[in-house]
């Protein structure tokens, strides 16, 4: 081996390793923490949207199953409320394959069947009142301001797209959230203003408010005509 061979070798085997860069952060969120996965993302943007005046909310997703001959097939049910926060308010529930496209049937069902209810200074109800669907039973009744929403699971979802913000509301009978939105449903309709009233009476709105000033309820003076 000559003196040149020699030297070359030793320069090679010297060099040092090529250093890296400092590494970027990783992909899917700011300073490399990867963001909510795929099923995440679908019920977080799901459960309360703004789709122009409506704002639509995702009560219960469950799986469910279809027993066939060649074995079961797999699809998921969503139960959705649609409310403008005004005084109207829908509900539908939807099933398919994937979860979206679940919600967005039964998104589109619950803005078909909207009710409109008549609220008292537009934040509670104008007298108490009880609803029940099969096995679910519920009482919402009317509260001064400051109350607050005191209501939980199905219910609450329901009177928040309606724009209630003052109500007490409990749950007597099954948790089932479609008897209970049902339920819930079936007191709503039950619901009457004072002019309502005094239509359905031939009497004057000021009549019926002097009635309720002087103890009696509104659904005491609904039932009397």
Not at 34 to 43: E, S, V
Not at 124 to 150: N, Q, S
Not at 182 to 200: E, G
């Amino acid at each position: 081996m000559t003196d040149e061979t020699a030297a070359g070798s030793g320069a090679e085997s010297t060099e040092q390793p090529r250093s890296r860069g400092p590494r970027g952060p990783r992909r899917g969120g700011p300073g490399g923490e990867r963001g909510p996965r795929r099923g995440q993302r679908d019920q977080q943007s799901s459960e309360e949207r703004a789709e122009g005046e409506l704002v639509d909310k995702l009560v219960a997703i469950n799986r469910v199953a279809k027993v066939v001959k060649g074995g079961k097939n797999f699809a998921f049910a969503a139960l959705v409320v649609v409310g403008d926060k005004k005084g109207r308010v829908g509900f539908g529930h939807g099933k398919a394959r994937e979860v979206p496209e679940a919600i967005r049937k039964a998104t589109e069902e619950a803005k078909k069947s909207m009710i409109r209810v008549p609220l008292r200074e537009g934040r509670t109800l104008h007298h108490d009142g009880r609803g029940h669907w099969g096995a679910g039973k519920v009482m919402l009744r009317a509260a001064p301001a400051g109350t607050g929403l005191i209501a939980g699971g199905p219910m609450r979802a329901v009177l928040e797209v309606l724009g209630v913000s003052d109500v007490v509301a409990k749950s007597a009978g099954s948790s089932n959230p479609y008897n209970m939105v049902r339920a819930t449903f079936d007191a709503l309709k039950l619901q009457s203003s004072p002019r309502q009233v005094a239509n359905r009476r031939g009497l004057k709105v000021s009549d019926i408010v002097n009635r309720r000033k002087d103890g009696a309820s509104l659904g005491e003076v609904a039932a009397e005509g």
